[in-house]
Each structure stands twice: as C-alpha cells, then as structure tokens.
C-alpha cells in the first residue's frame, strides 16, 4: 500500500531540487540575460533611435543652409578676319587679321539661406517631436512586456517541470498499483478485469509522462527565445506564497493609473497628435513661405589676346578680378498645384481620424486588461486556497481508499480514480500558483508601472 505522499506541490519540487537549488539561475538573472537578448526589446530601441533621429531630420529645414562652390573655367580661342584698310594715297588695301586668346578664372561663391517662415516645415517639426515621444513611451512598454513575457516564460518552464514531476510520481505509483494487482491476480484475490484496468491506466500514465517531457522541452525553447542562449536549472517558488490583494484594493483606482500611465495609450495619444501635426504641415502647401539668402561671389580671371594685322603684331595681357555680394528676401506664394494639396490634405484628415479610432481601440484594450488583470489576481488567491486543499483531500481520499481496498470494500478502479484525482490537483494546485504570480505582473503592466523592482520581488519569492 502507497502512504507518505507528498502534501504540495513544493515539497515534491523542494525534494528533488534540494542538490540543485545553490546552482539554479533566479529570475533576476534570466531577465537580466533576457534584456541584453531580446530581439522584440533591440527592435522598440531600434525604432526609438529612428524617431530622435527624425526630429533633427524635420528641423534642419528651419535652420541656417550654408553652401559653398569653387569652379574653375580655361578658355582658348581664335579668330581672322580679312578688312579694307586705307593706305595713305587715298587706295584701300585689304589686309588679314589673325587673333587668339587664351584666358582662365576662378569663381568661388557662398550661399547662406535662412526659413523665416514656413508652416509647413514648422508643423511637420512638431509632428516628429510628438512621434518620437510615441517612440519613448512604445519603447517603455516594450520593456514592461519583456518583463511580463520573461516571468510568464520562467514560470512557465516550472510549471512544465512540477507537471513532469507528478507525471513521473503517477507513473511509478500506477506501476505499484500494476504489480499489486497482478499480484493478487495469481493468488486469487482479484480478476482479471482489474489487471487490465491497472494495465490501462498505467500505459496511460507513461503517456502522460512523455507528454510532460515534451512540454518542458517547448517551455525551456520558448524562455530560450527570449534569452538567446540555453539556461541550466532554474529556482522554484516557495511554498508559503503570499496572497496579498492589489493595493490600493480598489478596481476604480487601478483604472484610473492605467488611464493615466500606460505607455500603450500614451504612444497611441502621441500618434493622434503627430496625425494632427501632419494635417497642418499639409494644409501649409496654401500658405507662402519667407525665406532670407545671402550670395557672395568672387571671380578672379587672367590670361592674354594675341592679334596681328599684316605684319604687325600685338600682344595684350588681359588680368581682372569681379566680386558680387547679394541680399535678398524670397516670397514664395503657391497658386496651383494641380490639386496636390488638396488631395494631401484629405489623406491626412483620414490618417488622422484613423489615429484617433486607434486611441479610442487602446484606451478601451487598457481599461479591459486592467480590469481583468485586477480580477485574475483576486480570483487567483481563492484558486491557490482551493487548489491547495484540494490537493490535501484528494491526498486523504487516496490514502482512505488504498485502506479500503486492502480491507476489500473498494475496488482497484476507485483506487485508480483517486490516483488520478492526487495527480490532477497537484497540477492544478502548481499552475494556480505560478498564475497568480504572474497576474500580478499582468495587473502592474496594465496599470503602466511594471519595473525591475517587480522581477526582484517576485525573485524574493523564489529559493
């Protein structure tokens, strides 16, 4: 007869871990490995990076534009022409001409150009700003769901790990419950029909047993994902869990700080608002812009003409220098584009209006998480003190049936059912526990102020 069975969940954990524990990797470490690893967390920052990075791109329209150019110009011609000239006895004589030149500059000019006004490129400055703020505050969710996927994760691999343990303990005490019958089948005691109920449920429990080890191995590759390497043993949670209610206990009251706080809503609002922004930069295309330049040049040149005129001939340098400075204001007045703007203008409104329905969508998404989430907690403090006498009695129910089975007055299918029954409620009684945990999580996360502090209490919970 099967007595001594373990109470809880933890004592089956806590025996089998005990050489183990001093070595295990808690929490705080697989989160901290899990920052440095996680693509889903390198991409918000990534996306982060590129919202700063658009706020200076939209306000370097607005600021000074200094431009310089140097050129270089050579230039070699030649000419001849044939005219009448007179000789001095009052005849005309037609004399050729023949003359080239050569000649070389240098220009060097700088441009200086400044926006005195443009609403358009002013707008779409404002947008970048609201959109990198929306980038901050995704990149802070981000981080509170790293937190929120790592602890669901970790205690996900310990719940694999208790269902494997009880899976293995129901299978060594079905295999008990095999021998025994089959022992008492060849002395008479029992029928057959008991054997194969024993056999059936037996294999059934090696089933159940590999079906265990499979879940492990997918939980352990789903905490892997997350980490991006491969992870030894890993701390369990401690059998006197406390069950604090949320606080402040007040479901109001954690809406409210969701409201307030979410980094989710927050994106979302800042989304409208860049939509918004986009909108004037688009109704800007009607309005005239202003703009001031500053252009100064400097050509300096040189170089030399050769002529000659019958037998004379001429040489004449030819050196010179130019300067040009120009200040100037630039009104520019759009009057028709084809209808471009009007078209921009629409599509923005829609972008807009599309923005403002998905803040309405997160807003209620917000509300709903942290009502449920506030409700899982509570509700998981009742589930963990059920589950766990649950556990109890079913203990209780097994030892008493055993009993009556040796003295005949139950059946190897009730003892069978009682088995079953131990297993399932220590089952239920692990995943209850590590739920709970991680509502609480859950409830911090939708009211926007998950942080590390939460992993290291929870890692507190842990041995």
């Not at 025996?15 to 390198?42: K, N, R």
């Not at 006004?117 to 901050?136: P, Y």
């Not at 003295?407 to 059912?417: A, D, K, P």
Request: include cysteine.
């Amino acid at each position: 007869m099967q007595k001594n069975f373990p109470l809880t969940l933890l004592a089956i954990c806590i025996g089998a871990a005990v050489a183990a524990s001093a070595g295990a990797e808690d929490l705080t470490q697989i989160y901290q490995q899990a920052y440095q690893a996680d693509p889903t967390l390198a991409t918000a920052s990534a996306n982060k990076g590129i919202s700063d990075a658009g706020v200076g791109i939209a306000r370097a329209p607005l600021l000074p534009q200094l431009g310089a150019s140097l050129g270089y110009a050579h230039s070699d011609s030649r000419n001849s022409s044939i005219s009448a000239q007179a000789t001095g006895n009052g005849d005309y004589a037609l004399v050729p001409s023949v003359g080239s030149s050569q000649g070389r500059s240098r220009t060097a000019q700088g441009t200086l150009t400044q926006t005195l006004f443009n609403w358009g490129d002013i707008s779409r400055l404002r947008g970048a700003r609201e959109t990198a703020r929306g980038a901050d505050a995704s990149y802070d969710a981000a981080v509170q769901d790293l937190i929120v996927r790592t602890a669901t994760a970790y205690f996900g691999v310990l719940t694999a790990d208790d269902q494997l343990t009880f899976a293995q303990s129901n299978q060594k005490a079905l295999e008990k419950q095999l021998d025994q019958a089959e022992q008492r089948f060849k002395v008479g005691l029992s029928a057959i029909t008991d054997v194969q109920q024993a056999r059936a449920n037996y294999d059934s429990a090696v089933a159940q047993t590999i079906q265990a080890q499979n879940g492990v191995d997918t939980a352990r590759e789903s905490l892997e994902q997350i980490t991006g390497r491969d992870f030894g043993d890993l701390k369990k949670l401690r059998d006197d869990l406390p069950l604090d209610k949320p606080s402040p206990d007040n479901l109001q009251a954690w809406v409210d700080l969701a409201l307030k706080q979410s980094p989710v809503l927050a994106s979302s609002n800042y989304s409208l608002n860049a939509a918004q922004d986009n909108v004037s930069a688009s109704r800007a295309g009607h309005l005239p812009t202003l703009s001031a330049s500053l252009v100064r040049t400097d050509t300096p040149s040189w170089g030399s003409s050769d002529r000659s005129f019958g037998s004379a001939a001429l040489n004449i340098p030819g050196n010179g220098w130019s300067g040009d400075t120009t200040i100037g204001v630039t009104l520019n007045v759009p009057l028709f584009s084809g209808g471009l703007v009007h078209s921009q203008v629409r599509q923005a409104i829609y972008q807009r209006d599309a923005a403002q329905d998905q803040l309405e969508f997160t807003r209620r998404g917000v509300v709903a998480s942290t009502r449920n989430a506030y409700r899982a907690v509570l509700a998981g403090i009742s589930e963990v003190e059920a589950n766990k006498q649950a556990v109890l009695s079913a203990q209780k129910s097994l030892e008493a049936t055993e009993a009556g089975f040796e003295v005949g007055t139950q059946t190897i299918v009730n003892v069978l059912l009682a088995q079953q029954a131990v297993f399932q409620a220590q089952s239920a009684y692990s995943l209850a526990r590590h739920q709970f945990v991680i509502s609480g999580l859950q409830l911090k996360q939708a009211a926007g102020e998950a942080s590390i502090k939460d992993i290291e209490a929870v890692n507190a919970l842990l041995q």
